[in-house]
């Protein structure tokens, strides 16, 4: 039985990945963080009897900045595929928390790479990196895995880090690592802060009779958003290549998140039309004029990437990977998985 080792097992991308390996008759190992409240509902589902009993679901404590257990970890289990996706993931909230988003981004990285130098060579690593490499990039649209790097916030700087990182490890010690630098990728298991389910756990609240109003921060943010099931395959293939290699994930559409907010509410069957600009706009429904969405300054970024798009040729020819959900009817399948 091949053995994978998950590091973010338990967020969005992580409780994905671990159902697609399982399925494929991996067994999984994960690792978890001791926390005072419950966080592991997300893959829940898969802590059967069976999957428990038959040692094909291994959760293991961890925490990638308790360096000398996670080290211990990794040669205890000896994986054949590592996929380290564990991480402060909200871009918003890396200004707040700038040290503690480079370290578990950025050093993290490190700590991985050079745990694997003393592992078993053949073991193969995927990096979760991502389209905020690129900053804010004016005149490279769609962006590639030869565009310049240029992050505006410290979650992109981590990742530019612990990518470069990657490469290094890759080209010098002969490490099998592969960075997969993933656009926007959206699910019904999404964090609850990111503009995606924020909207459509709202829109079906309001649906629901509730006279909830979303608020928003920035709502010209015009982002490439697919569906997380389908990047994880992805993941799952670049381990998969005889060579080791970079590949951006993405749809190749943008929305903004305005665009995405109305689709959501159409699916439910609230219209909405927008009115006023910037701090004073606000969607009112089209039925009965009721305010459900307004634009708070709380919610804005001293820095915003405008519009980012990737360009998924790479991973079409090489990985045979396409993504297939984007646009309203991601908008569409979160609020349905709201509703129940
Ligand atoms: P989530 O925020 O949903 O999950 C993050 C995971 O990391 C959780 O399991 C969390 O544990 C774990 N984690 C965080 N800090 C630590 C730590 N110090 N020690 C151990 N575990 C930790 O992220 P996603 O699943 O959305 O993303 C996965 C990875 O992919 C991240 O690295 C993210 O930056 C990157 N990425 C995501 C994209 C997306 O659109 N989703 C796009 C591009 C990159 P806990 O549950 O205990 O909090
Ligand atoms: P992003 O996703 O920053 O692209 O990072 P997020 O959903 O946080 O923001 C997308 C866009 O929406 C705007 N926005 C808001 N964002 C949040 N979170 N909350 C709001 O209320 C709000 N209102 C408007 C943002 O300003 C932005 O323009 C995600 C994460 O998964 C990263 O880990 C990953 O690397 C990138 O995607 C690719």
Not at 129 to 149: H, L, Y
Not at 232 to 249: G, I, K, N, S
Request: glycine letters at 10%; a negative charge; aromatic letters at 8%.
């Amino acid at each position: 039985m091949k053995k994978a080792f998950i590091t973010g097992i338990t967020g969005q991308d992580g409780s994905y990945l671990a159902e697609l390996l399982l399925a494929k008759g991996y067994a999984v190992h994960g690792l978890v963080r001791r926390a005072s409240a419950y966080n592991r509902s997300r893959i829940d589902h898969l802590r059967t009897d069976e999957n428990v009993g038959s040692g094909r679901l291994v959760l293991h404590y961890g925490e990638l900045n308790d360096v000398t257990s996670f080290h211990r970890l990794l040669h205890k289990i000896e994986p054949a595929e590592i996929y380290h996706l564990a991480g402060q993931s909200h871009v918003g909230l890396s200004f707040e928390l700038p040290e503690v988003t480079c370290l578990e981004n950025g050093m993290a990285t490190l700590h991985l790479l050079e745990s694997m130098r003393e592992l078993d060579t053949s073991t193969r690593l995927y990096l979760a990196q991502s389209s905020e490499i690129f900053g804010a990039p004016e005149g490279e649209d769609p962006q590639d895995e030869t565009t310049p790097v240029a992050p505006r916030n410290p979650y992109g700087c981590a990742k530019v880090f612990s990518m470069q990182l990657g490469k290094v490890y890759r080209e010098s010690h002969g490490l099998f690592v592969c960075n997969g630098i993933a656009f926007n990728h959206e699910s019904p298991r999404r964090g609850e802060n990111f503009v995606t389910r924020k909207i459509s756990m709202g829109a079906a609240r309001i649906a629901a009779g509730d006279e909830a109003v979303i608020e928003l921060g920035n709502l010209d943010g015009r982002r490439d958003w697919g569906y997380a099931p389908e990047y994880v395959e992805a993941m799952w293939r670049m381990l998969q290549q005889d060579r080791a290699d970079d590949f951006v994930l993405a749809t190749g559409r943008t929305h903004t998140v305005r665009e995405f907010a109305a689709a959501a509410f159409a699916a439910v069957g609230v219209p909405v039309d927008f009115q006023g600009q910037g701090v004073e706009e606000v969607a009112r429904r089209r039925d009965n004029g009721a305010i459900v969405l307004r634009v708070s300054p709380r919610y804005f970024r001293p820095v915003d990437a405008v519009s980012l798009r990737g360009n998924p040729a790479k991973a079409k020819a090489e990985l045979g990977w396409k993504a297939q959900t984007q646009g309203a009817d991601l908008a569409a399948l979160m609020v349905e998985a709201e509703r129940g």
